[in-house]
C-alpha cells in the first residue's frame, strides 16, 4: 500500500483510509471482518467521528466493538477521530466541549488515544486559546497523539495556529474529480469562469506549501453528495473512467481514486464502501500511477475546463 506523510509529524500512513461513517449501519461480526480485511490490504488508517451514523457515536461504538473482538494490537492500526458537530444545533469548538467529546470518542471505541484528533467544521465561535488548552491537556494526558482540522481554509488554520503548539497534520475536505473546486481555482486563476471563484481560500496550494496531508472524503460522490458512478449526467467522465481502468485492469470508482492519489499533495483518500469487495477493488488504484495525460482526461470527462 502507498503511503504518505501525516502532515510534518514524521509519521507515514496508508494512502488510502477506511472511512467508518456508516459503521454504525453494519452489525459488528461485519465490522470486524472489513476492519481484518482493511489491514490485510496495508489500510491502517481509520476515519471515525463522535457523531457518525446516527448522530451520536454508534459507529464509533461499533468500530470499538469489533476490533476488540478480533483481538488485534491496538497499535497495528491508527484511529483518528473527530469532534465539534452538535448535530442540526451548532458547531462546539470550545476546551469543554472538545475535551468531553474526546473521552466520549476513547470510551466508545475502547481505546486509551486516539492518533489523530480533527475539529470536523469551523465554530464561528472559536477561540484559538481554548482549543489550545484543550489539545495541550489531552496531549499531556496521553489521549491524543497527533492534531487536524477539516473543512477550514487556511486563515482559519492560521488562526489556530497563533496559539496552538501542535502541528496541524491534516485538513479534511470533500475531493472528487467531480468536485473539484480547490483545483477548478487553482487552474483558472484569475479567469472570469465559474471555476475561478475561489471557494476555500486556495486551502489545496496552502497545504503543500505548509506540508498539511489533505484528507479527501466522499471521494467518489459529486457535489452535491450523489454518486457520480453510473450517473447519467457523469456518462462521459464514467466513460473514461472504464476506459482507463481497463488499461490498469481497475474498476472505474478505482481509476477515480487513482486520479485522487496522482496529484502530488501527497493526498489520502477516505473510502465510505461497507462492502468489502468494493474496498478491495479501491485499494488497486494505490498501486497505480496515472499518467499526467490520462489525469487531464479524467477532470476534463467530468465537466472541468482548460482555461
Ligand atoms: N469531514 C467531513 O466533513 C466528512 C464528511 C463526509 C464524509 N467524511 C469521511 O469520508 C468518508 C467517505 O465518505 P462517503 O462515504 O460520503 O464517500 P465515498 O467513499 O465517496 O462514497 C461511498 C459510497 O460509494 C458507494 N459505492 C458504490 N459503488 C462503489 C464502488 N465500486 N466502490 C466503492 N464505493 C462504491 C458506497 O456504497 P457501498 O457501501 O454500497 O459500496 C458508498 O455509498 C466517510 O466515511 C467519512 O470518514 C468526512
Not at 499531556?140 to 502541528?167: D, H, T, W
Not at 479527501?216 to 458512478?229: D, E, I, T
Request: charged share 20%.
Amino acid at each position: 500500500m502507498k503511503q504518505v506523510n501525516l502532515g510534518t509529524t514524521g509519521v507515514k500512513v496508508s494512502a488510502i483510509a477506511m472511512g467508518c461513517a456508516r459503521m454504525g449501519l453494519i452489525e459488528v461480526q461485519q465490522a470486524a471482518k472489513n476492519i481484518a480485511n482493511a489491514l490485510e490490504q496495508g489500510v491502517t488508517y481509520f476515519d471515525n467521528a463522535d457523531i457518525y451514523s446516527d448522530g451520536k457515536g454508534s459507529a464509533e461504538t461499533v468500530f470499538g466493538q469489533a476490533w476488540k473482538l478480533l483481538g488485534i494490537d491496538r497499535s497495528s492500526m491508527m484511529i483518528q477521530s473527530k469532534c465539534g458537530i452538535v448535530p442540526g444545533v451548532m458547531y462546539d469548538l470550545s476546551k469543554e466541549y472538545i475535551i468531553h467529546a474526546v473521552e466520549g470518542s476513547l470510551k466508545r471505541l475502547q481505546t486509551d488515544y486516539l492518533d489523530t484528533l480533527v475539529l470536523h467544521r469551523p465554530d464561528m465561535l472559536m477561540e484559538p486559546e481554548e482549543v489550545a488548552a484543550a489539545f495541550d491537556e489531552l496531549q499531556r494526558a496521553g489521549k491524543v497523539r497527533y492534531f487536524g482540522v477539516s473543512n477550514m481554509n487556511p486563515m482559519q488554520i492560521e488562526l489556530l495556529k497563533k496559539c496552538v503548539k501542535q502541528p496541524l497534520a491534516v485538513d479534511q475536505m470533500q475531493f472528487s474529480v467531480a468536485h473539484a473546486s480547490m483545483i477548478r481555482s487553482s487552474m483558472e486563476v484569475n479567469m472570469l469562469t465559474d471555476g475561478a471563484v475561489v471557494r476555500d481560500g486556495s486551502v489545496l496550494d496552502y497545504c503543500r506549501v505548509k506540508d498539511i496531508t489533505v484528507q479527501a472524503w466522499s471521494p467518489l460522490k459529486r457535489v452535491g453528495r450523489g454518486m457520480f458512478l453510473q450517473d447519467e449526467e457523469f456518462a462521459a467522465l464514467n466513460h473514461v473512467l472504464a476506459e482507463i481502468g481497463e488499461k490498469y485492469n481497475i474498476t472505474p470508482a478505482a481509476a477515480a481514486i487513482a486520479w485522487l492519489l496522482r496529484h502530488p499533495a501527497g493526498i489520502q483518500v477516505l473510502i465510505g464502501t461497507t462492502k468489502p469487495q468494493h474496498f478491495n477493488e479501491i485499494c488497486k488504484a494505490a498501486d497505480v500511477q496515472l499518467t499526467r495525460q490520462e489525469w487531464y482526461r479524467i477532470y476534463l470527462a467530468a465537466g472541468n475546463i482548460l482555461p
